[in-house]
């Protein structure tokens, strides 16, 4: 399984930006798809998952209201948008997939992982 993100830019404090990663393989649908963002010096942080099924959704705390992952198995693409942007959003955002058993906030519990894209808020 191979995950590719796209969407990340530098837009400014209060914009709206739209994260794609889109996977290959016809197993897409069964698994957990979650994004994940580091920021330079920090560790890697959990945004949000989506499960495979019924397309329940989780956030972190500093997503939470803010972002909305969603997926479209037909394209075998998960999407994450971001409005209200903050600097401290700036991160390499992640894209990863697996078979959720354990957290959803665990990044052991993701087998496959996009290269990541970079978003970046200025002030």
């Known amino acids: 399984v191979q995950l590719a993100e796209s969407g990340g830019g530098m837009v400014p404090a209060g914009d709206s930006l739209r994260l794609s990663c889109t996977t290959s393989?016809?197993?897409?649908?069964?698994?957990?798809m979650g994004w994940f963002r580091q920021a330079p010096g920090k560790e890697r942080e959990f945004v949000a998952v989506?499960?495979?099924?019924?397309?329940?959704?989780y956030y972190g705390d500093s997503s939470k209201g803010r972002f909305t992952i969603s997926r479209n198995d037909a394209k075998n693409t998960v999407y994450l948008q971001m409005n209200s942007l903050k600097p401290e959003d700036t991160a390499v955002y992640y894209c990863?997939?697996?078979?959720?058993?354990?957290?959803?906030?665990?990044?052991?519990?993701?087998?496959?992982w996009g290269q990541g894209t970079q978003v970046t808020v200025s002030s």
């Open positions: 990863a997939a697996g078979y959720i058993l354990g957290n959803y906030y665990d990044i052991k519990e993701y087998d496959y």
């Open positions: 393989g016809n197993t897409f649908s069964t698994y957990a």
């Open positions: 989506i499960s495979w099924g019924d397309s329940t959704a």
